[in-house]
């Protein structure tokens, strides 16, 4: 793992493939941003499958690995270029079915949602009761804004309330925001970020947790020797997750930082500028690309 800055500027994953075995791709702001595929993903994707590497897909979707994989191919993403597609709501899925963790084991059957109508996948064949009011209910799944371009303000008085209770609240996906198609919106992560701040009891899913590529990498086992590759744009998530799990980690500096880096995807930004983030945020990373491109 490249400590610090110390890391390696590139213009494609193919000028340093050989050295790995298999790749983990994040998919929003890496693949495509929520809407689109960007224009280099779907080639890079079709040239790793020619190189003979296998690929991983692990996102922070708070929804069903198989609603992910569907979305996908509905944007025109073949399922024959990747291998597991693993997504964060899965994971908090299989907890919530089997209920043997001791903080899944004590959550009720009444839940209240909060989030798109396209998460309501994670009630699949769920033993549980979906409630409109906090009043009624004993958990609380947040899964993202109910509408995309709502605040974090908008929930404020639900999150008093369901503190007033001590309700304990589950968080499928640790992003604070994310670009999707063009415009920035909070994320799952943002309100129950903020219900910590008042208090409340958080159980979290999905990257950076170490649990995230234990579940990812079960799926995707390639042996204790394999050399992995894992290519993401969010230095909170997909960098502090890579950096926990010693893993090398190619920074998409065009995705969700590519603002405050100065440099629009497809382009690399000043090594100064990257450098101050990464200081300032105490990651480390392998490589910088302007975007995810062979």
């Given at each position: ?27 929003w ?9 960007y ?40 399922r ?34 909060v ?28 899964t993202g ?59 979290w ?12 990498l ?21 960098v502090?997750g ?14 969700i ?7 629009p995807r ?29």
């Open positions: 793992m490249t400590v610090g800055t110390s890391y390696q500027m590139i213009n494609g994953l193919s000028e340093v493939i050989e050295q790995y075995d298999a790749v983990i791709l994040d998919l702001g890496v693949v495509h941003d929520g809407v689109t595929p224009p280099s993903s779907i080639p890079a994707m079709e040239a790793l499958k020619k190189a003979g590497v296998p690929v991983a897909l692990l996102s922070n979707a708070p929804r069903r690995s198989s609603v992910v994989v569907a979305r996908m191919e509905d944007m025109g993403i073949a024959d270029l990747y291998g597991p597609a693993v997504a964060s709501g899965e994971i908090a899925y299989s907890q919530l079915l089997a209920r043997s963790d001791p903080w899944y084991a004590k959550l009720g059957r009444r839940v209240m949602s989030g798109p109508v396209r998460d309501m996948s994670m009630f699949e064949g769920q033993d549980v009761e979906i409630v409109k009011d906090v009043a009624d209910a004993d958990w609380l799944l947040v804004p109910n509408d995309d371009y709502d605040a974090v303000s908008v929930y404020e008085d639900l999150l008093h309330a369901a503190k007033a209770r001590d309700l304990p609240m589950l968080c499928p996906n640790p992003d604070r925001e994310v670009i999707r198609g063009g415009d920035r919106i909070i994320c799952a992560g943002a309100i129950a970020a903020r219900y910590e701040v008042l208090g409340g009891n958080v159980r899913e999905g990257k950076p947790l170490a649990s995230a590529y234990d579940f990812c079960q799926l995707f086992d390639k042996g204790p020797d394999a050399k992995l590759l894992v290519v993401g744009d969010s230095l909170s998530t997909d502090a890579s950096n926990n799990a010693g893993l090398d980690v190619a920074l998409v500096t065009g995705g930082h590519a603002e405050e880096l100065g440099a497809g382009t690399l930004p000043e090594k100064g500028r990257l450098d101050a983030l990464l200081n300032a945020t105490g990651r480390s990373i392998t490589y910088a690309v302007g975007d995810f491109c062979w």
